[in-house]
């Protein structure tokens, strides 16, 4: 089975992690309007939160993604895509972390930033730079 999900995020993990990018995107678009309907149907409401699965799905989507740029970065020939992968990987895990802990008070559209370069990155690389096999995979 791990043999199996390995081998689907190595060939595929470009349209992957851009499928992961955009359900964030849908993720972090989703939430004011659940913590809306979440209120409304409180009576009385001192503080709201979102469910605690709903917090999960960031820690998962973050997971996914991670997985996913390591496969792009393996199957890249453009050190400037891995660079740029890896980098708003730690930037929206950053956002995210600094939302659920409340350390500085940041925009929240923010996050849609490196959400929409991820997706970026990985339609560029898939279309331009990425490589299965050992023949184009030349390191500049």
């Known amino acids: 089975m791990a043999h199996k999900i390995s081998s689907l995020f190595q060939?595929?993990?470009?349209?992957?992690?851009?499928?992961?990018?955009?359900?964030?995107?849908?993720?972090?678009?989703?939430?004011?309007?659940?913590?809306?309907?979440?209120?409304?149907?409180?009576?009385?409401?001192?503080?709201v939160e979102s469910p605690v699965w709903w917090?999960?799905?960031d820690s998962i989507l973050l997971i996914l993604s991670?997985?996913?740029?390591?496969?792009?970065?393996?199957?890249?020939?453009?050190n400037?895509?891995?660079?740029?992968?890896?980098?708003n990987?730690?930037?929206?895990?950053?956002?995210?972390?600094?939302?659920k802990i409340e350390l500085i008070?940041?925009?929240?559209?923010?996050?849609?930033i490196p959400a929409l370069s991820l997706v970026a990155l990985h339609q560029y690389n898939s279309k331009y730079c990425a490589c299965y096999d050992n023949s184009c995979c030349v390191i500049n």
Do not use: R
Request: contains cysteine; charged residues 5%; aromatic residues 16%.
């Open 66 to 78: 991670v997985v996913a740029i390591y496969w792009s970065s393996k199957n890249s020939n453009s």
């Open 11 to 47: 060939q595929n993990s470009d349209q992957i992690g851009s499928i992961v990018s955009i359900l964030c995107m849908l993720h972090c678009v989703a939430t004011p309007y659940l913590l809306l309907s979440y209120t409304a149907s409180s009576v009385l409401v001192l503080h």
């Open 89 to 99: 990987w730690i930037f929206i895990t950053l956002l995210i972390l600094n939302e």
């Open 80 to 87: 400037w895509i891995i660079a740029g992968l890896y980098f």
């Open 55 to 57: 917090g999960y799905i």
């Open 105 to 112: 008070l940041l925009a929240e559209w923010l996050i849609y």
